[in-house]
């Protein structure tokens, strides 16, 4: 079955301009493509294109200097947004924050992992254990591609539940030693008390009297906790009215307030619209116009509610500025997507 409409294919002139410029970024790439040829291509497209003719690709780390590079080593401990605006004040250039943490994994300078599977690790059969240096426990391959804490899985496979707020402590205090019988339950709250006053080198004689104590103190912050809600709590809220207030407005300054809603919802429409160009392009603003399209939805239609309320008395006219009337009473609230 043939398409009527030609595919695109590359010519000899397209493939020579992307191996001349093989070491740009993607989302640079498709700029200059686009100014040279007047094409929109996908970074996909140019990915497999690369492939194809052996054209070499931009290692992850190659888009970064030396300095760079060094300032993101010295500062990995950093959260990745906090580090992006360091690194654009330092360097006056913006910085993508994701792709700062994609870096820091794959040089392993945050944790010393990589995130990966070591070579042929997932060549182990199910059931193969290893024990986790860095988190102090052991592993089992719970599946192809995923391992689980040995104490979980072995809890479960016992029909027991964790409930939200407690994990799996060793009674022993051996986290080598990881059998069913040497399991514990307990609260977040008591395993901070417990690394905090050393519970597993007490004697004996003392542990009992310990958990007492753990328990008689959740007990208390509970309690603390139920009585603060109780004084901040009002009997009254629920039948007290909002607090209103009176004000006098001309009605050409309800016309500019109605304009100025309508210029809002335009300028949402307009973000929604070129959002996703912007993804595709790989644009560092890509993440701003999203926050712009999306997250304003909310007040947009809150102020539509208001602006309808306060407009109730005057009707539609087409020959006077009362025509923004039309957009405001037309608004749907529910609606995702804005036109403009």
Known sequence: MTSNAERFKFTDEHIAFI???WDKKPSDLIK???QQFDLLINRNVFYKLKKKHNIPSLKH???YSKEELAFIKANCTLNERILAQKMEVYFNKPFNPHALKVLRVKRQWLTGRSGRFEKGENLKPIGFERYCENAKCWLIKASIKRYERKSHYLWRKAGRKIPRGHIIDYKDGNSRNCTLENLELISRVE???RKKLQYHQLNDEIK???SAFVKLKEGINQRKKE???EENQSPNIATQ????FTFEFTEYELQELAWLWFAFKRGVGTFQHIERAFNVLGSNMSGQIYGQAYEYLSVLRSTNQILNRITSDFNIDQMTNWRVLKHLRGFNPKAVK???
């Open 19 to 21: 191996r001349l410029h």
């Open 32 to 34: 200059l493509f686009q």
């Open 61 to 63: 780390a190659n888009r």
């Open 191 to 193: 395993m901070a008390w």
């Open 208 to 210: 009992p009297t310990f």
């Open 227 to 229: 009585k603060d809600m």
């Open 241 to 244: 009215e909002p607090t209103t």
């Open 338 to 340: 804005i036109d403009f």
